[in-house]
């Protein structure tokens, strides 16, 4: 069901209640929200670094990210993978990783087995595409005059009951714009116009984009969609 507008203000009023509320002792240490800037760059697994397993947070192990065999997670990368990072903490970067069936990791990983990539100059045809991660999509189309026509959607307890019982959440997202400086950015205006990301009203749906290596990393405003719904996330091309 996708959320009405006036049922969307009460639920991001509540959820901004909730983040003002949450104390900062309760934030884990290598989180989403940690990958989703500008500031985000591109490394890869080095050749002389192996197999490299992915470290666990203070949040399911005490002490840790850390070299205590206990830290070590079963997840792990090899020399090549490339990751998406933004915080460190000391010898560790925390990174998000999506594998080759779409599965998303994110956590710490040793920052002497990472190495910058390089980042080339991008183009309209670098945005295009069939992008997935785990419940949502979005579709990038080039259009006339370097705009990119974006679609998407997205949902939230997509499950055999829920579906019997109508109460699957789904969202959707459309517009078109034009990239700039490397961010492709817009609101959704409620007369279906698409408008620049700092226009519209309070609660209307905003959404932000940028391409990193093999990635597009975007984050909305928990505003595109029903309860629980969101675009955020790291995704991948389809093959």
Same mark, same amino acid.
């Given at each position: 069901?996708?959320?009405?507008?006036?049922?969307?203000?009460?639920?991001?009023?509540?959820?901004?209640?909730?983040?003002?509320?949450?104390?900062?002792?309760?934030?884990?240490?290598?989180?989403?929200?940690?990958?989703?800037?500008?500031?985000?760059?591109?490394?890869?697994?080095?050749?002389?670094?192996?197999?490299?397993?992915?470290?666990?947070?203070?949040?399911?192990?005490?002490?840790?990210?850390?070299?205590?065999?206990?830290?070590?997670?079963?997840?792990?990368?090899?020399?090549?993978?490339?990751?998406?990072?933004?915080?460190?903490?000391?010898?560790?970067?925390?990174?998000?990783?999506?594998?080759?069936? !779409?599965? #998303?990791?994110?956590?710490?990983?040793?920052?002497?087995?990472? *190495?910058?990539?390089? &980042?080339?100059?991008? +183009? %309209? $045809?670098?945005?295009?595409?069939?992008?997935?991660?785990?419940?949502?999509?979005?579709?990038?189309?080039?259009?006339?005059?370097?705009?990119?026509?974006?679609?998407?959607?997205?949902?939230? !307890?997509? #499950?055999?009951?829920?579906?019997?019982?109508?109460?699957?959440? *789904?969202?959707?997202? &459309?517009?078109?714009? +034009? %990239? $700039?400086?490397?961010?492709?950015?817009?609101?959704?205006?409620?007369?279906?116009?698409?408008?620049?990301?700092?226009?519209?009203?309070?609660?209307?749906?905003?959404?932000?984009?940028?391409?990193?290596?093999?990635?597009?990393?975007?984050?909305?405003?928990?505003?595109?969609?029903?309860?629980?719904?969101?675009?955020?996330?790291?995704?991948?091309?389809?093959?």
């Amino acid at each position: 069901m996708v959320m009405n507008s006036a049922i969307r203000r009460l639920f991001a009023a509540a959820l901004a209640l909730a983040l003002v509320s949450l104390p900062s002792s309760a934030r884990a240490g290598c989180v989403w929200s940690d990958l989703a800037g500008d500031e985000t760059w591109v490394s890869v697994v080095s050749p002389e670094a192996g197999k490299t397993h992915f470290i666990k947070d203070a949040v399911f192990v005490k002490g840790c990210p850390g070299n205590r065999p206990e830290c070590q997670d079963r997840a792990f990368l090899v020399p090549g993978d490339l990751v998406v990072t933004k915080l460190t903490k000391g010898e560790f970067a925390c990174v998000g990783y999506v594998g080759p069936k !779409g599965q #998303t990791t994110i956590g710490w990983l040793p920052r002497p087995a990472l *190495t910058a990539a390089p &980042e080339p100059e991008q +183009a %309209p $045809k670098d945005w295009t595409g069939r992008w997935v991660t785990p419940a949502q999509e979005i579709t990038i189309k080039a259009a006339r005059s370097n705009l990119l026509i974006v679609t998407g959607k997205a949902t939230w !307890g997509d #499950t055999p009951e829920r579906r019997n019982t109508g109460s699957v959440h *789904t969202g959707e997202i &459309e517009g078109s714009m +034009a %990239p $700039k400086d490397g961010v492709l950015a817009f609101t959704m205006g409620d007369d279906g116009r698409t408008l620049p990301h700092e226009a519209g009203g309070e609660y209307a749906c905003r959404i932000r984009m940028i391409r990193r290596g093999p990635y597009l990393v975007a984050r909305d405003n928990n505003g595109c969609g029903g309860a629980n719904v969101s675009f955020s996330g790291l995704y991948r091309r389809a093959r």
